[in-house]
């Protein structure tokens, strides 16, 4: 099937087979006309380079934040830095209206209660803080200079240049809201206590192999992480990955993990692939082949996939829109 579809249209495909969908409608980001798709419990984002893919899951994540009364202003300069205009993102029955200058409206219930998103680079913003939690850990690091330290970090959180630290800030809290020790709830994405990061740091842990994240192969720390998170999702949340390193420098993924959770548990992944330019001009059934290749090569059976019936999507600029197609 190729051609852009329409939110009717998608809708009634996801019926045919079987799938409980989330209709998502996304209107006014970066300037783009209305985008709208059905999202089911494992969805994939297809696309070539700077087609639009990651901005989807951007939304998705703000969509669930901000309806848990998180900072707006600050996670959209975060993940859309300069940003002025607003946006509305719509899933189920919930509806996020963002106006500009943090300002916000918020409906209905939120189709998800927590988010994770996971940039491509997430092993460095683990390892960043890793070390700022061992280093309050491992020392008798006094009050005042908890304070201090604290102050010059919120700066920096809050300073665009510093991207690196906004998005270290943003991981910290997603999994240190997740510990059952109250004193490590969130401040706001742009703040990051000691309780925060030492939860992050109980939550995360390290391999069994290795004695810290740090000296631990880059293959065997990402494979640990994501099979941590996925482990302590709760019900109702919704994992985003940007262009996951399954594959890559031989990075495994957690499919046994993520499997139990996809079918049992009411948690939801969405993630992006970057396609080389060779494959960007394929049809959409070499399109859907790719996509269920890439599932079973990182361990999902056609069991799996039969039960899962996953959502594979293409997107592709055309002129000033973003159209997606729905492969399968």
Not at 90 to 112: F, H, L, N, Q
Not at 257 to 268: F, P, Q, S
Request: net charge positive; proline share 6%.
């Amino acid at each position: 099937m190729s051609g852009a579809l329409g939110q009717g249209e998608m809708h009634t495909l996801a019926r045919a087979k079987g799938a409980p969908g989330v209709p998502v409608t996304v209107t006014g980001l970066l300037g783009l006309p209305r985008i709208e798709l059905e999202l089911r419990p494992l969805t994939i984002i297809m696309g070539g380079p700077r087609s639009g893919k990651k901005s989807l899951l951007r939304s998705l994540y703000l969509y669930t934040w901000i309806s848990q009364s998180a900072d707006a202003g600050w996670l959209v300069e975060t993940l859309f830095p300069g940003l002025e205009k607003g946006f509305t993102v719509t899933a189920g029955s919930g509806r996020v209206e963002y106006r500009g200058r943090g300002k916000v409206y918020v409906e209905g219930e939120p189709a998800w209660r927590h988010a994770v998103l996971l940039p491509y680079t997430f092993l460095d913003l683990v390892r960043l803080l890793d070390n700022m939690a061992e280093f309050i850990e491992s020392r008798d690091v006094d009050r005042r200079t908890l304070i201090g330290l604290g102050a010059i970090l919120g700066i920096l959180a809050r300073t665009p240049v510093f991207t690196v630290f906004r998005r270290a800030f943003m991981l910290c809290n997603d999994i240190a809201s997740l510990a059952p020790d109250t004193r490590s709830m969130s401040l706001g994405h742009h703040m990051v206590t000691r309780y925060q990061l030492l939860a992050f740091r109980r939550i995360i842990g390290k391999p069994p192999t290795c004695k810290s994240l740090s000296a631990c192969p880059e293959d065997e720390v990402a494979y640990h992480v994501l099979e941590r998170i996925i482990d302590v999702l709760p019900r109702k949340s919704i994992l985003l990955l940007e262009d996951p390193p399954f594959l890559v420098f031989g990075v495994k993924a957690p499919t046994e993990a993520l499997r139990e959770r996809l079918l049992n548990d009411g948690v939801w992944v969405v993630m992006t692939l970057t396609l080389p330019r060779h494959l960007i001009k394929c049809h959409s059934h070499e399109l859907g082949r790719v996509a269920e290749n890439y599932l079973m090569t990182i361990g999902f059976t056609r069991a799996d996939l039969e039960a899962l019936k996953p959502a594979i999507y293409f997107v592709e600029r055309s002129g000033d829109r973003l159209v997606y197609r729905l492969i399968s």
